[in-house]
């Protein structure tokens, strides 16, 4: 019984502990913070078309991209950014394996990475 409650304590903390967290490395200060509904521009094919200042790289790392994005935007208005340029991916895994003398593998990416900007 002791043993079936361990393996069910283990289990419990992978499902939970599998959501990512944001990461942040801040490049410049921070400004007041936005609302919760405000409204974040999301740049991925192009640049904004306004001048503005870096203020963070976030990074977020599970394989739910939707839990990626809203992690990333609530990230960047508790920074007070005003748009967030999407500029790939967070990471990658990959599957080797080994077929006669030589090794076939396959990567995929994970995760979002995006800046957080604040318009001039």
Same mark, same amino acid.
Do not use: F, H
């Given at each position: 019984?002791?043993?079936?409650?361990?393996?069910?304590?283990?289990?419990?903390?992978?499902?939970?502990?599998?959501?990512? =967290?944001? *990461?942040?490395? &801040?490049? !410049?200060?921070?400004?007041? +913070?936005? /609302?919760?509904?405000?409204?974040?521009?999301?740049?991925?094919?192009?640049?904004?078309?306004?001048?503005?200042?870096?203020?963070?790289?976030?990074?977020?790392?599970?394989?739910?991209?939707?839990?990626? =994005?809203? *992690?990333?935007? &609530?990230? !960047?208005?508790?920074?007070? +950014?005003? /748009?967030?340029?999407?500029?790939?991916?967070?990471?990658?895994?990959?599957?080797?394996?080994?077929?006669?003398?030589?090794?076939?593998?396959?990567?995929?990416?994970?995760?979002?990475?995006?800046?957080?900007?604040?318009?001039?």
């Amino acid at each position: 019984m002791k043993q079936m409650l361990g393996v069910a304590c283990v289990l419990t903390l992978l499902v939970v502990g599998c959501m990512a =967290m944001p *990461q942040v490395a &801040m490049y !410049a200060q921070a400004y007041p +913070a936005r /609302g919760p509904d405000d409204r974040i521009d999301v740049y991925q094919t192009s640049l904004p078309d306004r001048q503005y200042v870096e203020i963070a790289l976030i990074t977020c790392g599970d394989t739910d991209d939707s839990w990626n =994005m809203r *992690q990333i935007l &609530m990230k !960047a208005r508790e920074m007070g +950014a005003d /748009g967030i340029i999407i500029t790939g991916r967070s990471g990658s895994y990959g599957i080797g394996a080994p077929v006669g003398g030589m090794t076939y593998a396959v990567a995929e990416g994970y995760g979002i990475r995006a800046v957080a900007i604040k318009y001039r």
